[in-house]
Nanobody
Framework: QVQLVESGGGLVQAGGSLSLSCVASMSTFRINAMGWYRQAPGKTRELVASISRDGNTNYADSVTGRFTISRDNAKNTVYLQMNSLKPEDTAVYYC?????????????WGQGTQVTVSS
């Protein structure tokens, strides 16, 4: 089974930055589009950023201009640089392949990494 190990979360004040990493143990990493997702308490999971195998990126409107997704295929790792953090960015952040929404509930997820932004 694929292992997804997220790290880099923590507690930061509003306006601060964090850098998340996710190592994916999949032999097909380099050909998969990858995504960073988040789930806040009481809210549904949302896709915040995705990156194609060729490096093309997409972002949710709420993070555009503040978050940057990148990948290193040699390390099977996807990154999320988060700047100008806001309290509403508080959530558990997960990485995964860029899944169709109808597969999110059935997909295998890692443990995630907690991001807490204080006001």
């Amino acid at each position: 089974q694929v292992q997804l190990v997220e790290s880099g979360g923590g507690l930061v004040q509003a306006g601060g930055s964090l850098s998340l990493s996710c190592v994916a143990s999949m032999s097909t990493f380099r050909i998969n589009a990858m995504g960073w997702y988040r789930q806040a308490p009481g809210k549904t999971r949302e896709l915040v950023a995705s990156i194609s195998r060729d490096g093309n990126t997409n972002y949710a409107d709420s993070v555009t201009g503040r978050f940057t997704i990148s990948r290193d295929n040699a390390k099977n790792t996807v990154y999320l640089q988060m700047n100008s953090l806001k309290p509403e960015d508080t959530a558990v952040y997960y990485c995964n392949t860029n899944l169709p929404r109808n597969l999110w509930e059935r997909a295998h997820w890692g443990q995630g990494t907690q991001v807490t932004v204080s006001s």
